[in-house]
């Protein structure tokens, strides 16, 4: 992961948006996850990016630009349960390479 | 059915013991992997099966072993540990590991070495 960079920890109010960003330095990837990962559980996968642009799926959107070397994760209508770790990995060549995670801490 | 499972939840092993982790898959997928993941930390890929062959060992210490029995199994032999061992060790599998593929994960089993 240290090539990939997220903020550690982020804060947002219930009912709102929040944005994740995650940039790299490595430009050979063939495509770039988001997973969701509740402390002591497993990832689950979310959202993925091949080419360049928005992808929406429900709540979730995660956008990728390869020439900036910059992704974002979008959550809408948070919720309570949003609380997590969110990891952005790299899928080079033959497995991921996460990122350290971004805390989300969702509050009343 | 998307599910991953691995057994047992949690473990706890001197350094002297031999144990095994245990994952398994009903989903026909080709590819499994096993990842360390530290607190705090990310996953870290430890080994990737491919069609029940090993395809990539990132560099593991060799009292880490792993075994791919059948296409739907996937075991790590585990022998003189150490301390620093301690993690969540998470399995997940993809359709054929191509990147397209989503990588779905097992619960972990949280090792504990003494």
């Known amino acids: 992961g240290q090539n990939i960079d997220q903020p550690t920890e982020m804060t947002a109010t219930e009912g709102a948006i929040v944005q994740i960003n995650c940039t790299y330095q490595?430009?050979?990837?063939?495509?770039l996850f988001w997973y969701q990962q509740h402390a002591g559980e497993a990832p689950t996968f979310l959202s993925y990016?091949?080419?360049?642009g928005l992808e929406e799926k429900g709540r979730f959107s995660s956008f990728l630009s390869r020439s900036k070397g910059y992704s974002y994760l979008l959550l809408k209508e948070l919720q309570m349960k949003d609380s997590a770790s969110y990891l952005c990995?790299?899928?080079?060549?033959?497995?991921?390479?996460f990122g350290k995670g971004t805390s989300l801490l969702v509050t009343p | 059915d998307t599910e991953v499972t691995q057994t047992p939840k949690h473990l706890v092993m001197g350094m002297t013991n031999k144990k095994s982790l245990k994952c398994e898959q009903h989903?026909?997928?080709?590819?499994m992997y096993w990842y360390k993941q530290k607190a705090k930390k990310p996953p870290e890929l430890m080994f990737v099966?491919?069609?029940?062959?090993?395809?990539i060992n990132e560099s593991v210490p060799s009292r880490f072993s792993p075994e791919c029995p059948n296409s739907s199994l996937l075991n790590l032999h585990l022998h003189a540990l150490q301390p620093e061992d301690s993690a969540l060790y998470l399995c997940?599998?993809?359709?054929?590991?191509?990147?397209?593929?989503?990588?779905?994960f097992g619960p972990g089993t949280r090792l504990t070495v003494l």
């Open positions: 997940a599998s993809s359709q054929s590991g191509d990147h397209t593929d989503t990588q779905y």
């Open positions: 490595t430009s050979g990837f063939n495509g």
């Open positions: 990016n091949v080419l360049d």
């Open positions: 990995a790299l899928f080079r060549g033959y497995a991921l390479n």
């Open positions: 989903m026909g997928h080709r590819a």
């Open positions: 099966y491919s069609y029940e062959k090993l395809s």
